[in-house]
Structures are given as C-alpha cells and as structure tokens.
C-alpha cells in the first residue's frame, strides 16, 4: 500500500527515446518503482513492441532523430486505446503541448526531469487506471443487477469446494470448473479472479456455444484490419482485453477443434496470432474454463482434444447441484427474496412454511439459476407478506398437473415446458436440437433463459 491507502500497481512502460543515457536513466528509475520497462530508440521499434504487448504507459521523446514523435503518439494510440502517453521533450513549447494533448497525451514533462517529476506522472497513470477500470467492474456489476453472490455454504461438500477455490486463487493455475448449469461456475470464477493476485486487472467472459468458430476465434484473439468482410479496423479481442487478469472460458467443451488448436498454443506458449495476423503475440493472462458437459466423453468421440484437457484440467474444482446442498437452500432462498423485494418494492418477508417445503423437495435440475428465477417471480407474484405454493409455481414430480396447448398460458410457459420434456427424452444436444428444430446456439439461449 502507499501513503493514499491505494495497493501498488506495476505498470508496463514503453520508454521511446532516441538518447541512450535518457533510455537508461528512466529504466533505471521506472524499474526502482516496480514497474516494467521496455526502452526503444525509434517510432518503428515503438510500434512493433505495442503490437506485441499490452503496454500502460508510454514515455515518448517528441524529436527521434529525423522522426516526430508527434505522429507516433497518434499511431500508438490507435494501437492501444487503452495506454496513457506523455511527452518528453528539451524543446518544450506550449504549442507543442497543445498539440500533443489534443494527440491524446496524459501528460507533458520537459527535460531534464527529476526522479520525482517521473514518479508523480506515473503514480497518476496509476491512479487513473485503477480508477478506469474500477468503473468498468461497477458498469459490470450494474448491467447484471444481480443479488450479492454468497459465498458461505452449510453443506460440507460445497465447504470443500468453496475452501479449495480461494487455495488455488492465490496460484497461477489454469482451473477447470465443473457443475451442472446454473451452479454458480461463472460468479466463481469471478471470485477466484478477485480472490487472486490479478485483482486489480480485467475479468472477463467469453460464452464458447454463443457464437460461431469463426466469431469465436475474432473474438478470442482479435484480428487485422481486413482479415474479412467486415474487418474494418484492428480489433484487440478478449485475450487481449484482460492483460494482467483473467479469462473466463465458459462452456469449453462447445469450443470447435479449430479453436481448440490455438488456445492450447496460449496455454503452452502463452503466444497467439490476431485473425489475419502474422504479428506473434503474447498473452499474460490466467485462463479459467467451465463446463458442465462429460468432457471425457467428448474426447473419446474426437471432439475436444485430449492435451487441451489436460493443460485446462491443472485443478479441477467441482460445484455439486443444489439438490445435493440441501442446507444451502432456504438461506439462499432468503437472500434472493429479500434481494428482490428491495428491487422491487415489495414488502415481503419471508416464505409460508408449506412453500419452504417444496423448496426444499424440489429437485432443482436449473441448480441456483432456477431458484433465483422462481424467488424472483415469487415476489412478482406475491400479494401478502409470505410467499405461498402458489406463487413458487414449481413442479413437484410426476402427480404435477401437465401443461397442454391451447391452455390459457403464455407461449414462453409451453415453450419451456416442451424443452424440457425434449431434453428429458433424447441422449443428446444434438438429438434435442434436431428434435425441436433449433441450433445449438438457440437452445443454450433458451435453457439458459428457463434455467434448464
Ligand atoms: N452462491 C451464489 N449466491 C448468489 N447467487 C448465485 C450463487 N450461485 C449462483 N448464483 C446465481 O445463479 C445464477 C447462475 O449462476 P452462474 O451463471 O454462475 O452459473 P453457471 O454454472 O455458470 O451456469 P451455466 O453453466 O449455465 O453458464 C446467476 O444468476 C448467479 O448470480
């Protein structure tokens, strides 16, 4: 911690300068501060290193020789949106300060410059970093207007599960989380990332099923300007986006073979190549996948590759299906109640006992997704201060009156409850995709919405 109470942050710094004793000097200082430095001596080194990495800062000497390094400010720019830049110059002019802030510079240091002058510029990147993307985890967790995630547990085997995800947070591990759907993979990985060293650089999500191969690899990895139809600019992509942090990788075994091939090179290597690229890259990035699928299986039948496995599967965490942590819940259940009966305004205080019962028989095969989904249209639904059975409207086995068309209920009541018997008979995704006449992407959408 420093003396404002913030943690350090080590930055990576791109010193450009054509003096060799300035190159040396800043190093020399930045990398006493716990930074990382690299130092080059002209605009075409400059880019080549910011195409390669993902830098926080840039320090660059406004004459390089015969080159500007006015335009270079403009050129790393659009490389890296995200890099703060400031000017070093002996030849400091207000004009050219003007102008290189309106290039996008932070910042203006006129030479010769003390250590301290240095200091203080960096701390201030510092601070705005962390406070950029401090907002972006806030926007995050607004968009999702999600209840707090718990994470205590009464039941021993989510305990176990709970204790060894914060252990492996503080490794470097590659983690494959494991659980039906809606257990909760997604909001751990999350905690694992927050609970880790990486804390303080992006989280983000990449859904394996959502999109095309082609889509996915663009989206993985980026691509060039003009790699295809489309590609209008250089885009950085996801690997990219969470430098320093982490990656979630969510339902891996839907990842196609192609794709496959390159993030085992990202495990192995920790290089990748943009789309249409051939700029070698590399990725500082810790990887967490999800699944809920027999990714044995698939590998017995050619779809997902056996090494691929094993680089993913270093620690294997396994969340166990609602039903099997029964103790978990009524406690949930409250939390979620009294989460959105605040959202909603509602004065509802808790549940009848006979709906604490059936939440309690019920077999919950949408795991928390579904209890969360019931909780909140209890209370939509709820008139009085306990929600009752009625407004649970669970399912409780076989003696459960059955939906059939024509009844007065909405198309989205027939639509689930038809997915659901479809899914419940066939052996397979693709039998059930088939079956309903749907593409695979389409269906995780649905089951993801019904908490199927
Ligand atoms: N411990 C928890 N506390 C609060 N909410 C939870 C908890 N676990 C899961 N949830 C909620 O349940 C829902 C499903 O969680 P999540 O998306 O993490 O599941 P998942 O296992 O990743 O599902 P899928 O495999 O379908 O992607 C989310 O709305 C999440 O907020």
Known sequence: MDETGSEQTSLLILVVDDEPNIRKTLTISLEAEGHRVAAVSNSRDALMEARRRHFDLALIDLRLGAESGMELITALHASCPWMKSAVITAYASIDSAVEAMRRGAFDYLPKPFTHDQVALLVRKVVEVRTLEQKIEALQEVLRQAAPEADFTSGSPSMQHTLAMARQVAASEATILLRGESGTGKTILARAIHTWSPRASKPFGTVSCPSLSAELLESELFGHVKGAFTGAVRDTPGRIAACEGGTLLLDEIGDLPLSVQAKLLRVLQEKTYERVGGLETRKADLRIIAATNMDLESAMKAGRFREDLFYRLDVVEINIPPLRERREDILPLAERLLAFFAG??????????????????????????????????????????????????????????????????????????????????????????????????????????????
Request: with cysteine.
């Open 343 to 452: 959202q909603n305004h509602r004065r509802v205080l808790g549940f009848t006992e006979e709906a604490g019962e059936v939440l309690l028989r019920y077999r919950w095969p949408g795991n928390v997704r579904e209890l969360r989904n019931a909780v909140e249209r209890a209370v939509l639904l709820c008139n009085g201060e306990r929600v009752g059975v009625e407004c649970l409207q669970l399912r409780l086995g076989p003696g459960e009156p059955s939906l059939s068309l024509g009844d007065l209920v909405s198309l989205e009541r027939i639509e689930e409850a038809h997915i659901r018997r479809v899914l419940a008979v066939t052996k397979s995704i693709e039998e059930a995709c088939r079956v309903l006449d749907m593409d695979s992407v389409t269906l995780w959408r649905r089951r993801k919405k019904y908490g199927i």
